[in-house]
């Protein structure tokens, strides 16, 4: 089983509002990472969590706020978004450093 | 910022044909490379990695890498309409930091 689950499927949000992306897994992976994808372009990677600790940020801004609660579940916060913000939010995970990602379905994401 | 290059397409065969889809990257250093194949609006689902110099087959499909000439590709044998899609290759980085190219959009005509 390789199933990464994400919840909302779509979310529409104010730019003043507060929001949380959720992403859990059960395949005992212990690398969980956050992407960003446009329309017609590759997926950008955000962050990165292994073994619960944020190895890497790919200089987000402070907007976007991850966290890692447990080795199954990667939350990623939402804040004071900008319209430019909508994409589609995409969650991975990998059974470690190096080996390959799969992806949940995404959280398409609307600013308005 | 490592690159991985694709041809943008569209690749067109037609049905039952080999497609084949190619992929260079610039980091002479890379040792794992994916293929990821993604529907308009779904997420990218992975279909083939490999580690090592050669060939790698799954079913239909062949992956191969080269990496004296940093090249990977993906052959797709008995296209069928179903794999009308956008596959993106992917190049892990040092540090765990995947890569990817700007994908290569394959229209397979029945």
């Known amino acids: 089983d390789t199933e990464v689950t994400q919840t909302p499927k779509h979310l529409v949000m104010g730019m003043t509002n507060k929001k949380s992306l959720k992403c859990e897994q059960h395949?005992?992976?212990?690398?969980m990472y956050w992407y960003k994808q446009k329309a017609k372009k590759p997926p950008e990677l955000m962050f990165v969590?292994?073994?619960?600790?944020?190895?890497i940020n790919e200089s987000v801004p402070s907007r976007f706020s991850p966290e890692c609660p447990n080795s199954s579940l990667l939350n990623l916060h939402l804040h004071a978004l900008q319209p430019e913000d909508s994409a589609l939010y995409l969650c991975?995970?990998?059974?470690?450093?190096?080996?390959?990602?799969?992806f949940g379905p995404g959280t398409r994401l609307t600013v308005t | 910022q490592k690159e991985v290059e694709q041809n943008s397409g569209p690749l067109s065969v037609p049905e039952g044909a080999i497609a084949s889809l190619n992929c260079t990257y610039s980091d002479r250093g890379s040792q794992s490379f994916f293929w990821y194949r993604q529907y308009s609006g779904k997420s990218p689902e992975l279909i083939m990695f490999?580690?090592?110099?050669g060939d790698k087959e799954d079913g239909r499909f062949t992956a191969q890498l080269n990496k004296a000439s940093q090249y990977v590709s993906l052959l797709i044998r008995d296209s069928q309409p179903s794999d009308s899609a956008t596959y993106l290759c992917?190049?892990?980085?040092?540090?765990?930091?995947?890569?990817f190219g700007a994908g290569t959009i394959l229209r397979v005509k029945s």
């Open positions: 490999i580690y090592s110099n």
């Open positions: 991975a995970s990998s059974p470690g450093r190096d080996y390959e990602q799969y």
């Open positions: 395949m005992g992976h212990r690398a």
């Open positions: 992917a190049v892990m980085e040092y540090g765990n930091k995947l890569v």
């Open positions: 969590y292994s073994y619960e600790k944020l190895s």
